[in-house]
């Protein structure tokens, strides 16, 4: 079956600029991850959800990151007034429950702020 | 607060040589522990993970990993490496009670022809 999706893969933008990352999880998985991942380093936790509800934010940096998943599956992470340091790879990850299930990841998105 | 350490930053092994990267943790009890390959250009893959049980895990792709408790490591181990392996290699931890990862920094593999 279909894998986690995410979209795009690349987005280059500017400094300040507000941008959007979408992530499409596996069908019927309740559990939704983002994690950021830096060059170099592995993924870093930003947010959980389970089912539509935040369940666990606080890797979230600052208060220009916030994430949403209002209908239980597809996700937006969402990044106010970006900055250099933001470049990063953005991964989501699904499973089917939270408890002990595997996480699979997506491809990721390629943020670039110029 | 719970940390994940790989030591070896980039390891190069000729093609069917044996391979063990290693991984130790920082944790207060004993944590559900994961191994991931990412391949350039690819999402994480999942190669094996332990919860509880036998300490010796068997894996994808002929992985294995060993948790030993007395030394917090969980370190992979392949009998012989095939070209095809060379990647990132992610060890990840996970306290029973949370649901975020952990992860270490990586350990990139080459493979020598």
């Known amino acids: 079956g279909a894998g986690v999706s995410q979209t795009p893969s690349n987005k280059v933008t500017e400094k300040g600029k507000y941008v959007e990352l979408r992530c499409d999880p596996i069908?019927?998985?309740?559990?939704l991850y983002w994690y950021r991942q830096s060059l170099g380093q592995g993924p870093e936790f930003l947010i959980y959800?389970?089912?539509?509800?935040?369940?666990?934010d606080s890797g979230l940096p600052n208060d220009r990151f916030f994430a949403v998943r209002p209908e239980g599956s597809v996700s937006t992470l969402k990044i106010q007034r970006t900055e250099r340091g933001d470049s990063a790879v953005y991964l989501c990850?699904?499973?089917?429950?939270?408890?002990?299930?595997?996480?699979?990841f997506g491809p990721g998105t390629r943020l670039t702020v110029l | 607060a719970q940390s994940v350490t790989q030591p070896d930053i980039h390891i190069t092994v000729s093609e069917g040589a044996s391979l063990e990267l290693r991984c130790n943790y920082s944790?207060?009890?004993?944590?559900?522990l994961f191994w991931y390959v990412q391949s350039p250009g690819q999402g994480l893959q999942l190669l094996l993970k332990?919860?509880?049980?036998?300490?010796l895990v068997q894996g994808i792709k002929g992985f294995e990993a060993e948790f030993k408790r007395s030394q917090s490591s969980f370190n992979l181990r392949k009998p012989s490496v095939h070209w095809s392996d060379a990647a990132e290699y992610f060890c990840?931890?996970?306290?029973?009670?949370?649901?975020?990862?952990?992860f270490g920094q990586g350990t990139r593999l080459t493979i020598n022809p």
């Open positions: 944790y207060g009890a004993t944590p559900y």
């Open positions: 990840a931890v996970r306290n029973q009670g949370a649901q975020k990862l952990v």
């Open positions: 959800f389970q089912g539509t509800g935040a369940a666990d």
């Open positions: 069908s019927g998985h309740t559990a």
């Open positions: 332990y919860f509880s049980g036998d300490t």
């Open positions: 990850a699904s499973s089917f429950r939270a408890v002990t299930d595997t996480q699979y």
